[in-house]
C-alpha cells in the first residue's frame, strides 16, 4: 500500500483523471447483444504468440459463425462449438479445433462512451494448441443501435482525489443494526485517496453488466451435492493449509491478478499435496497481459484462465509486486507455468450456482469468485457479511465488482446460517486474518454467478 499522499501525486491525478477514469474496458455489451450470426474477418495464420493484433487490418478470409442459446456455436458449414461472454467485455469461441476472442468495440469521447456491441476490436485467435496465430475483427449481421453511456457520477467528480475519510458513525449503524458481522475503522484506509479505494474494491467499473441469476440446480448436481460435507475449508482439510498466503494489492486494481493467481497457487498445492508451492507475479499481469487492463481492471477468466493459458504465469521473483501500470519488465529466461480447462463454473456465463460452485471447490480445489462490493464491506472485520444496505455518506462508492478466491464453505452453529469463506487481497490485517465470511445461498451481492474455474498444468 502506498501511504504517503504528496501533493504531487495529486497534481499528476488531477492531470490523468480525463483518460484514468474507467476500469476494465468501458464496453457494456450484453449476452443479447452478443448472440447471433457474426461474420469474423480472419488475417494470415501460421504466427507464434508474439502476434501483435491491436492495429490490424489485413483480412485474408472470412468465416460465419451463429452463436445460439445457451451456449452453443454453429459456423457455416454446420460445425458446432461452443462460446460464452465474458462478463459484459466481449466474447470467446471455441470451434473446429480454433480458438477466438475479442473484447467488444467501444468509442470513448470524454466522459462520452459509446458501446458498439455489433462489431469487436481486433481479437486473437489459435488452434487449441495455442499454436497457428492470426488475428480477426468480428461484425454483426444484424446491426446494433450503438449504446450512448454519459458518466457524471460522484466517483468522476475531482472529489475522488481527497482522502478516504472514516466515518464512525457508519461504523456504529452497522454494528446496531444486525448482528451477523462486526464492522469496525481500518486507520491504513485513512492514509488512502478515495480513487484508491476505489481501485481496490475491483476498480472503477465503468459499467456495471446486468450479471445473471444463478442457473436452476439440476437433479443431478442437487444428489452430488448432497454427498458433500457440511464443512468444508482448503486451509485446513485433515490438518493441512492448502492455500497461498494472503497478500495486498495496495492502490492497484489489480484484484482479478490475485483472486486469478491465487486460484492457480492453491490448485498446484492440492495436486501436489503441497510439493511445488509457487507464489505468482501479478506484476507481470498488470504490466504484460493485453486480456486485461492494468491496474485499471481485468476478469479472472480472462487471466487464470486465458492468459495462463496462451502466455502461461511467472513466479514472484520475476516480475516483483509494484502496484503500478508500466511497460513489461517480466525477465525473458523465466519459466512459464500454464493452466487449461478454463470456464465459468457450469460451463458459460450464467450458467453458476451454489451447488455448483461447492462441488468443483470440493474436487478441484480455490477457485476465484466475483461479488458486488457496497461502502459497509470496507469495514468488515468478522462474522458473516450480508449487505445492509446502509450508505456512507462521507465516502458514497458506487458498486463495483471484486475479485477474490473462494477457499471453503460451511454452517454456524448457533443459528444454521450458511457461509462462504473467501480469501481477500487487502492484507492480513484486514477482516478475518485476510479472510471473509459472506452468506451462502442467496446469491448475496451475486457472489454466486460468477465463479472461474481452471486447471494447472504440472
Ligand atoms: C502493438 O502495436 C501497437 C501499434 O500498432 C503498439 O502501440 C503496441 O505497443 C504494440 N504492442 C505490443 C505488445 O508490442
Ligand atoms: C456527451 O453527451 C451529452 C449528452 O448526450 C452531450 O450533450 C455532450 O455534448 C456530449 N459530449 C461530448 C464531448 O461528446
Ligand atoms: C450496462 O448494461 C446493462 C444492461 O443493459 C444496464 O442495466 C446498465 O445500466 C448498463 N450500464 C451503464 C453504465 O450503462
Ligand atoms: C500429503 O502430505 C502429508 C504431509 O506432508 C502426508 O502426511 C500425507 O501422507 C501426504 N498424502 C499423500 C496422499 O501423499
Same mark, same amino acid.
Not at 501500470?325 to 517480466?330: H, I, L, V
Not at 480445489?365 to 449487505?387: L, N, R, T, W
Given at each position: 500500500m502506498r501511504m504517503p499522499v504528496s501533493l504531487f501525486i495529486i497534481a499528476a491525478f488531477l492531470a490523468s483523471l480525463a483518460i484514468h477514469v474507467f476500469a476494465d474496458t468501458p464496453a457494456n455489451c450484453t449476452y443479447e447483444d452478443i448472440r447471433g450470426k457474426w461474420i469474423f474477418m480472419i488475417g494470415n495464420k501460421g504466427h507464434d504468440q508474439t502476434l501483435n493484433c491491436s492495429s490490424f487490418a489485413s483480412p485474408v478470409?472470412?468465416?460465419?459463425?451463429?452463436?445460439?442459446?445457451?451456449?452453443?456455436?454453429?459456423?457455416?458449414?454446420?460445425?458446432t462449438g461452443f462460446w460464452t461472454i465474458i462478463y459484459n467485455q466481449g466474447f470467446e469461441i471455441v470451434i473446429t479445433g480454433r480458438k477466438y476472442f475479442a473484447f467488444s468495440k467501444y468509442k470513448q469521447d470524454g466522459n462520452n462512451i459509446t458501446s458498439v456491441c455489433d462489431q469487436t476490436l481486433p481479437g486473437w485467435s489459435h488452434d487449441i494448441f495455442d499454436r497457428n496465430w492470426a488475428c480477426f475483427i468480428g461484425q454483426k449481421t444484424e446491426e446494433l443501435r450503438p449504446k450512448q453511456t454519459v458518466f457524471s457520477h460522484k466517483e468522476l467528480r475531482v472529489e475522488s482525489g481527497r482522502l478516504y475519510r472514516q466515518n464512525d458513525e457508519f461504523i456504529h449503524q452497522i454494528n446496531q443494526q444486525q448482528k451477523s458481522w462486526q464492522a469496525t475503522r481500518y486507520p491504513q484506509f485513512e492514509k488512502m485517496r478515495i480513487e484508491d479505494m476505489i481501485k481496490m474494491k475491483g476498480g472503477r467499473k465503468s459499467t456495471i453488466a446486468s450479471i445473471p441469476k444463478p442457473a436452476p440446480v439440476t437433479p443431478e448436481v442437487a444428489i452430488k451435492a448432497k454427498r458433500l460435507p457440511d464443512n468444508f475449508d482448503w486451509r485446513n482439510y485433515n490438518d493441512i493449509n492448502y492455500v497461498s498466503p494472503v497478500r495486498n494489492q495496495g492502490n492497484c486494481g489489480s484484484c482479478y491478478a490475485f483472486a486469478s493467481l491465487a486460484m492457480n497457487e492453491a490448485r498446484i498445492r492440492v495436486m501436489t499435496n503441497n510439493t511445488l508451492t509457487p507464489v505468482f507475479s501479478p506484476q507481470d499481469i498488470v504490466e504484460c497481459s493485453e486480456y486485461s487492463q492494468g491496474c485499471d481492471g481485468g476478469f479472472p477468466y480472462l487471466i487464470s484462465g486465458k492468459y495462463a493459458e496462451d502466455f502461461g504465469l511467472v513466479e514472484e521473483e520475476c516480475n516483483p509486486y509494484k502496484g503500478i501500470?508500466?511497460?513489461?519488465?517480466?525477465k525473458p529466461s523465466c519459466q512459464r507455468h500454464y493452466s487449461t480447462k478454463y470456464q465459468y463454473v457450469g460451463g458459460f456465463y450464467g450458467a453458476c450456482n451454489e451447488e455448483l460452485m461447492r462441488i468443483n471447490l470440493v474436487e478441484n480445489?480455490?477457485?476465484?469468485? !466475483?461479488?458486488? &462490493?457496497?461502502?459497509?464491506?470496507?469495514?468488515?472485520?468478522?462474522?458473516?457479511?450480508?449487505?445492509t444496505?446502509?450508505?456512507?455518506?462521507?465516502?458514497?462508492?458506487e458498486i463495483t465488482n471484486h475479485a477474490v478466491l473462494l477457499v471453503g464453505y460451511g454452517v454456524e452453529p448457533s443459528t444454521g446460517q450458511k457461509y462462504w469463506v473467501v480469501k481477500n487481497s487487502w492484507g492480513e490485517t484486514w477482516g478475518e486474518m485476510g479472510f471473509f465470511r459472506i452468506r451462502r445461498g442467496t446469491d448475496e451481492c451475486s457472489i454466486? !454467478?460468477?465463479? &472461474?474455474?481452471?486447471?494447472?498444468?504440472?
Open positions: 478470409m472470412k468465416l460465419e459463425i451463429t452463436l445460439y442459446f445457451p451456449d452453443l456455436a454453429i459456423d457455416q458449414f454446420g460445425n501500470d508500466g511497460k513489461c519488465s517480466t480445489g480455490p477457485m476465484a469468485v !466475483s461479488f458486488e &462490493v457496497y461502502d459497509d464491506f470496507f469495514h468488515y472485520k468478522g462474522g458473516i457479511y450480508i449487505h444496505g446502509l450508505r456512507d455518506k462521507f465516502n458514497p462508492f454466486e !454467478s460468477i465463479a &472461474v474455474q481452471s486447471e494447472p498444468v504440472l
